[in-house]
């Protein structure tokens, strides 16, 4: 994932701790003496696929360095409630100043994880993978695609500027498909870019235009329901890789891979999934 670079994410911690934390965390620096030292535990409440361990790590470290950490579940493994994550060690104060943003992360990443894990099992048998989108939360994609990964699926385009996508809206405020892709390809030779050009269509007619007009590396298959997607892939006949979009749902999605695409594209995996619920306890004293 060439996005997930440690000047994203150390941006997005210290963005997230500037907004969580402020000018300081005033209900510890007020209860709690600034020397005192315990040890919390982050727990397990719901079943899953973990995810956010390596984030959490790195969100600790910029809150105090000196905090110990040892870790017993890494980022991918399945987990149950009452699993241990990881015990922290070291400054209270600074313990709890990173508790919410290493949990709301955390949370978000194990249910993004969890849910791809989910749908990739369903459509291990076909040859179709399971691609994100960029129906992400403002500020968090990296977060996100990163948790699609470690669920087992892949990332789609990053963002508007690493791949062409000529979606509906496109189409039809260009003039049509020939037209859209025509200027897209002109554009890119004067702009001297290299960039993958990825067609959306919604019928077998639109899937016809896009083979006649050429230069197109992907074609998107549109909320058609499966016997049509099968004839397009038939049509299509390798001439481009497929992806299928749209609605795609755990009840449908076997059917949609069974149709031959290459990717299916799902929103859902980072608009509607359930954050898994963990927490971070006081250990208790042996």
């Not at 315990?38 to 809150?63: C, N, P, R, W, Y």
């Not at 989108?133 to 500027?161: C, D, S």
């Not at 949609?256 to 929103?267: C, E, M, P, R």
Request: glycine letters at 8%; hydrophobic letters at 45%; aromatic letters at 6%.
């Amino acid at each position: 994932m060439p996005y997930k670079t440690e000047q994203a994410i150390h941006r997005f911690i210290e963005l997230a701790l500037q907004e969580d934390v402020g000018p300081g965390d005033y209900s510890s620096l007020a209860s709690i003496p600034a020397d005192a030292n315990h040890t919390a535990e982050i727990i397990m409440k719901d079943s899953g696929i973990i995810a956010g361990v390596a984030l959490a790590q790195q969100i600790f470290s910029t809150v105090d360095t000196g905090l110990a950490l040892t870790i017993f579940k890494q980022d991918g493994e399945q987990v149950v409630p009452g699993d241990k994550i990881m015990e922290i060690k070291g400054k209270a104060q600074a313990i709890l100043t990173a508790e919410r943003l290493v949990l709301n992360c955390m949370q978000r990443m194990s249910g993004i994880a969890s849910y791809t894990h989910y749908l990739s099992e369903k459509i291990k048998p076909y040859k179709a993978r399971l691609l994100d989108t960029r129906k992400t939360t403002p500020n968090f994609r990296v977060m996100e695609k990163w948790a699609v990964l470690i669920g087992g699926g892949q990332n789609h385009r990053f963002a508007l500027y690493d791949m062409i996508m000529l979606k509906d809206n496109h189409i039809d405020f260009a003039g049509g498909i020939t037209r859209a892709v025509q200027s897209t390809r002109q554009y890119l030779q004067a702009q001297q870019l290299h960039l993958a050009i990825e067609v959306e269509t919604r019928t077998l007619a639109e899937v016809k235009e896009v083979l006649q007009v050429g230069g197109v590396d992907y074609i998107m298959l549109d909320n058609m329901a499966p016997e049509l997607m099968k004839q397009a892939v038939a049509l299509i006949n390798g001439q481009c890789r497929v992806e299928a979009s749209g609605g795609i749902t755990e009840q449908t999605i076997e059917a949609v891979a069974a149709t031959g695409v290459d990717f299916i594209s799902v929103g859902a995996l980072t608009h509607s999934y359930k954050s898994l619920d963990i927490s971070l306890v006081a250990a208790k004293k042996r």
